[in-house]
C-alpha cells in the first residue's frame, strides 16, 4: 500500500516555474512507476508524465516535452514534477499517482494509488 501527498502548487504568472512534490509512504516505493496526471476545470483527468520505478525510463504529453521534468529519488520516497515556461492552459490541479507495473503507462486505470491533489494556476 502506498499514500501519496502532493505539494507545491500555487498562483504563478505566464513563464513562471513551479515544482511540484509527492510524498510517499510506504517501504515498497521504490517498486511502483510514478505518474503526474492533472485536471483542468470541467476536463478529464489527463497524464502528464510516468517515470519507471528505477527512474530509467520517463514519458512525457508533447504539450509539456521540454518544459516538464519528472524525477523521483527513492531514497527518500519522493517524485517531483519541475514545471518551466508555464502557460495559462498548464492551469489544473496536478495529482501524483504510484503504478504497480513495471514499465510507463499513460492510463488512468494502471494508477492503483493517488495523492489528493494540489492546485497550480497561471495567469498571463
Known amino acids: 500500500q502506498v499514500q501519496l501527498v502532493e505539494s507545491g502548487g500555487g498562483l504563478v504568472q505566464a513563464g513562471d516555474s513551479l515544482r511540484l512534490s509527492c510524498a510517499a509512504s510506504?517501504?515498497?516505493?521504490?517498486?511502483?512507476?510514478m505518474g503526474w496526471f492533472r485536471q483542468a476545470p470541467g476536463k478529464e483527468r489527463e497524464f502528464v508524465a510516468a517515470i519507471t520505478w528505477s527512474g530509467g525510463y520517463i514519458y512525457y504529453r508533447d504539450s509539456v516535452k521540454g518544459r516538464f521534468t519528472i524525477s523521483r529519488d527513492n531514497a527518500k520516497n519522493m517524485v517531483y514534477l519541475q514545471m518551466n515556461s508555464l502557460k495559462p492552459e498548464d492551469t489544473a490541479v496536478y495529482y501524483c499517482a504510484a503504478s504497480r507495473l513495471r514499465v510507463i503507462t499513460q492510463r488512468f486505470d494502471d494508477y492503483g494509488y493517488w495523492g489528493q491533489g494540489t492546485q497550480v494556476t497561471v495567469y498571463s
Open positions: 510506504g517501504r515498497t516505493f521504490s517498486s511502483y512507476a
